[in-house]
T-cell receptor, first 117, second 115 residues
Framework: GAVVSQHPSRVICKSGTSVKIECRSL??????MFWYRQFPKQSLMLMAT?????????EQGVEKDKFLINHASLTLSTLTVTSAHPEDSSFYIC?????????????FGDGTRLSIL | KNQVEQSPQSLIILEGKNCTLQ??????????LRWYKQDTGRGPVSLTI?????NTKSNGRYTATLDADTKQSSLHITASQLSDSASYIC??????????????FGGGTRLMVKP
């Protein structure tokens, strides 16, 4: 089956640090990847849609200068949390979609637990 | 506004017992409905997917049902095991030819199976 790898799985760093999270589709090409954020005991909240070779589309309320997304190839998207602060601590999950249509399946990575001290 | 509501929010059952989780949705136009299992600290894993024409789908001890008329779905877990302890998320996909993300997530049901 389709596998999505996310790295690192956990990050603990000081306030003000920038953190990069990678999302890779291992056995398929993903034109579109998605980045989600999940707070404890809540469901996933879409942050942005990452399209290979073009700018990401951010959801309302998500700062694009804060959460930089790069989708340089069909198998890799990165999310950089710039100048992270404690309120950015959360569980970040990516997904990759097989195909371009919105109703095609998304496969999720295992998430990155970000803790800002 | 597209919405997916799940009940109960949390559930505790004894190992070996059955349980049923509910999902009500108002998503239009409807494309498909998926149930995901999310273990603590992990990403969601797809259990079942159903389109408009399907009213039941099984995956081992998991059986999902879909009533497209009443816009309700259920996930039935048979002979629960300790490893079934997780959050179960109902996700409804809206139809369309656009390339955006048309998924609407439910809030999830946190299931705990106790020995």
């Amino acid at each position: 089956g389709a596998v999505v790898s996310q790295h690192p799985s956990r990050v603990i760093c000081k306030s003000g640090t920038s953190v990069k999270i990678e999302c890779r589709s291992l056995d398929f090409q993903a034109t579109t990847m998605f980045w989600y954020r999940q707070f404890p005991k809540q469901s996933l909240m879409l942050m942005a849609t990452s399209n290979e070779g073009s700018k990401a589309t951010y959801e309302q309320g998500v700062e694009k200068d804060k959460f930089l997304i790069n989708h340089a190839s069909l198998t890799l998207s990165t999310l950089t949390v710039t100048s992270a602060h404690p309120e950015d601590s959360s569980f970040y999950i990516c997904s990759a979609r097989v195909g371009v249509r919105s109703n095609q399946p998304q496969h999720f990575g295992d998430g990155t637990r970000l803790s800002i001290l | 506004k597209n919405q997916v509501e799940q009940s109960p929010q949390s559930l505790i059952i004894l190992e070996g017992k059955n349980c049923t989780l509910q999902c009500n949705y108002t998503v239009s136009p409807f494309s498909n409905l998926r149930w995901y299992k999310q273990d603590t600290g992990r990403g969601p894993v797809s259990l079942t997917i159903m389109t408009f024409s399907e009213n039941t789908k099984s995956n081992g001890r998991y059986t999902a049902t879909l009533d497209a008329d009443t816009k309700q779905s259920s996930l039935h877990i048979t002979a629960s095991q300790l490893s079934d302890s997780a959050s179960y998320i109902c996700v409804v996909s809206a139809g369309g030819n656009n390339a955006g993300n048309m998924l609407t997530f439910g809030g999830g049901t946190r299931l705990m199976v106790k020995p």
